[in-house]
C-alpha cells in the first residue's frame, strides 16, 4: 500500500473512532440531527457512535479491513436521514451557515468513495500474489 493511501486510511481510521467518541461527549448535537420520524433518538445515537468506534478501529486490521470498509459505507447510508434533516432545518443549527448544511449532503458521497477505496484489493498485494502463482 502506498504511503499516501497508508495516511489516508489512518485518518479515516481515527476520523471515526473521534466522531464515534463525540456520540457520547456531544449526544445533544446528534439528538437534533435526527428525523423526527425515527423512533428511539437517543438509542440511534448511541449504536451509530459505537459503530463509528468499531469501524474505525476495524478499518485499521488489514483482516477486516475490506468488511470494515463496506461497514463504514452502510454507516453513511444509514445515516443520511439525518444529514438530510440538517440541511432541512437550518432553523436547529444556527451556529452552521445554511450551505455548510447542505454541503455535507455531497460530501458524504465522497466519504462513501474514500471507503470504498479500502474495499479493493491492494494492488501491490494483488500483482505479488500473481507473481508468486
Known sequence: MSKVKTALLWLMGVAYLFAGANH????????QMMPAYL????????????AEMLLGVAVLIPRTRRLAAWGVIALLIA???????????PDAFPDAPAIALYLRLPVQLLLIAW????TRPDQSSSKASSAAS
Open 79 to 89: 445515516v443520511f436521514p439525518a444529514n438530510l434533516n440538517m440541511a432541512l432545518h
Open 39 to 50: 423512533p428511539w433518538h437517543a438509542l440511534l445515537v448511541q449504536v451509530s457512535g459505537v
Open 24 to 31: 457520547f461527549l456531544k449526544p445533544e448535537f446528534y439528538l
Open 115 to 118: 471507503a470504498y477505496w479500502f
